[in-house]
């Protein structure tokens, strides 16, 4: 239905925030309108950082899951699963190991950058090397075409396709591919075959990325294609052998510049949130007795809302007129600051109201949360379970 398929995890570490939706949920939402989405609780992720504290994780990964389904995710287009209950992702990774050249892992940035921002934590472990690993397997299992990331993963997801080069380079290659790969063309019917082939050409000969990507798009097309002809006419385009794993795509999201109490951006390590699904009167008052400009002593000072945090929220929530008032009134000192802090406590309660009733139905009747979690579960175990069987295949584990 779907040409790409979109995979994304997130880490259980508690209640969301409202930076959370910002910055990456309103981003699943819009996309599960326009893909097939996969979205997924990294609990073993949570692991390789905060492997002394598995009793948060329970509770984190409801809370979390109930927050995702309150900004609107919806289980009916996404799927949603936890990675510790596809064991999948687990086997993939410790297949993916066999062939991962430690220098590969030493090399991704975050390794050394983490080890020495978490300094009151041991993070010369195993696991925490392998972290990059661990996510390829998670993308890999899936043959995620389309992985949305920040900036600071950009080298996982460059790690996640030099892997699935290197494991379709390895295990790719089987007598007679040539052989094999013609007459799977031959299979596409006389017309459809003649195109492949000029489109092969031109990729091979010229570099005509277009080509290459109106190949691939007329091989999704073919349905009636078995799975072993399919990966070998995908390999066959770019030469090598069979296309085992697919590498995915980076889709690029911008950093979430959503600002905290404080106007630093807003972060649990900065103690300047607003959680997802904060309460009213507190959400109230945390924005009630946020600072503001410093120079505005007293209602009479006039103030510059460049140095004002509460003018950070304007720049999210309000209106192009509100802002001009906004402006008009603190450069004059025509308003206080609690008149101006009040339709950004409006913006953001009406914004969390919906939230807030959409998991009440959650919180009521939690089973509703397990059975989505369980249903996504199964349908995440059946696609992984397909790589599954190429990936054993092809290294040489599918005896009985
Ligand atoms: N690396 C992400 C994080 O630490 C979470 C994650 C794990 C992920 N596996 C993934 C994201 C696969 C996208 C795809 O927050
Ligand atoms: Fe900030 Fe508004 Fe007060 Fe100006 S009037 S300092 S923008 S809160």
């Not at 329970?58 to 209950?85: C, H, N, Y």
């Not at 300047?272 to 945390?286: G, M």
């Not at 209602?299 to 460049?306: C, I, L, S, Y």
Request: proline share 5%; charged share 25%.
């Amino acid at each position: 239905m779907f040409a790409d398929r979109i995979l994304s995890g997130m880490r259980p570490t508690g209640s969301l925030h409202l930076g959370h939706y910002h910055g990456v949920l309103k981003n699943w939402i819009t996309m599960q309108h326009e893909y097939e989405c996969l979205f997924f609780v990294a609990d073993w992720h949570a692991l390789t950082t905060h492997y002394d504290a598995p009793e948060i994780i329970e509770q984190s990964v409801w809370d979390m899951v109930i927050d995702w389904l309150a900004s609107g995710v919806d289980p009916a287009r996404a799927t949603l699963f936890i990675q510790s209950k596809v064991p999948e992702h687990a086997e993939l990774h410790l297949l993916l190991s066999m062939i991962t050249p430690l220098g590969w892992l030493e090399r991704v940035p975050t390794y050394k950058d983490q080890q020495e921002k978490l300094t009151s934590k041991d993070l010369t472990t195993y696991g925490f090397l392998g972290y990059p690993l661990l996510m390829s397997a998670d993308i890999l299992a899936y043959r995620s075409t389309l992985v949305p990331v920040g900036e600071d993963q950009i080298p996982h997801l460059e790690f996640t396709r030099e892997i699935a080069r290197r494991f379709n380079h390895m295990y790719g290659r089987e007598p007679g591919f040539a052989d094999k790969a013609e007459a799977a063309v031959k299979k596409l019917g006389s017309k459809k075959a003649r195109l492949y082939k000029e489109l092969r050409n031109r990729f091979q000969e010229q570099g005509d990325d277009e080509a290459l990507e109106s190949a691939k798009a007329l091989l999704d097309e073919q349905q009636s294609l078995n799975l072993g002809d399919r990966e070998r006419l995908f390999g066959y385009l770019e030469g090598g052998g069979k296309m085992i794993l697919s590498e995915p795509q980076a889709m690029l999201t911008v950093a979430s510049k959503m600002p905290g109490l404080d106007g630093q951006k807003m972060s649990k390590s900065y103690n300047n949130t607003i959680a997802l699904r904060e309460d009213e009167a507190s959400v109230a008052k945390k924005i009630r007795t946020m600072p503001t400009d410093p120079a505005r002593i007293r209602r009479t000072d006039p103030g510059d809302p460049a140095k004002c945090p509460v003018w950070a929220l304007h720049q999210v929530y309000s209106s192009e007129q509100i802002k001009q008032s906004v402006v008009q009134g603190c450069t004059s000192a025509g308003i206080g600051c609690i008149e101006c802090k009040q339709p950004v406590i409006d913006a953001v309660l009406s914004e969390q109201r919906p939230m807030r009733e959409r998991a009440q139905l959650y919180l009521d009747d939690p089973a509703l949360v397990r059975n989505i979690i369980a249903d996504g579960n199964e349908k995440a175990r059946k696609l992984a379970g397909e790589t599954m069987r190429d990936v054993r295949e092809a290294m040489g584990l599918s005896y009985a």
